[in-house]
């Protein structure tokens, strides 16, 4: 089980910082995504990074989203700046092979085995 914290409530313009634990991941090397999920809509991914640094973003957060590195060794973040209400969602970090970063990344949620709880996001 990951752990994520930092979701909240924020207005339209503002900023939400997540983090997300990956301890209990037992591998070196990792593909993480943050997947999103909207009410009524599949889970998607709309920020990844594999163990190497390779960070990739889908389009409607270029820019505003900055996946990283914490200074802890398994922890990561997702630095949301801009907020907008369509960002509103349930945020889950997700960990598995790097190869998972590769192609489809965003819609490759079933094949992540190692899933934090989920943090809210609301922006209004």
């Known amino acids: 089980q990951l752990v994520e914290s930092g979701g909240g409530s924020v207005q339209a313009g503002g900023s939400l910082r997540l983090s997300c634990d990956i301890s209990?991941?037992?591998?070196?090397?990792?593909?993480v995504v943050w997947f999103r999920r909207e009410p009524g809509k599949e889970r998607e991914g709309v920020a990844s990074?594999?163990?190497?640094?390779?960070?990739k973003y889908i389009d409607s957060v270029k820019g505003r989203f900055t996946i990283g590195k914490a200074d802890a060794e398994k922890r990561l973040f997702l630095q949301m700046n801009a907020l907008r209400p369509e960002d509103t969602g349930m945020y889950y970090c997700?960990?598995?092979?790097?190869?998972?970063?590769?192609?489809?990344?965003?819609?490759?949620?079933?094949?992540?085995?190692?899933w934090g709880q989920g943090t809210q996001v609301t922006v209004s």
């Open positions: 209990a991941y037992p591998r070196s090397t990792y593909c």
């Open positions: 997700a960990a598995d092979l790097p190869v998972l970063c590769d192609g489809k990344w965003n819609r490759a949620s079933p094949a992540f085995g190692y």
């Open positions: 990074i594999s163990s190497d640094g390779n960070t």
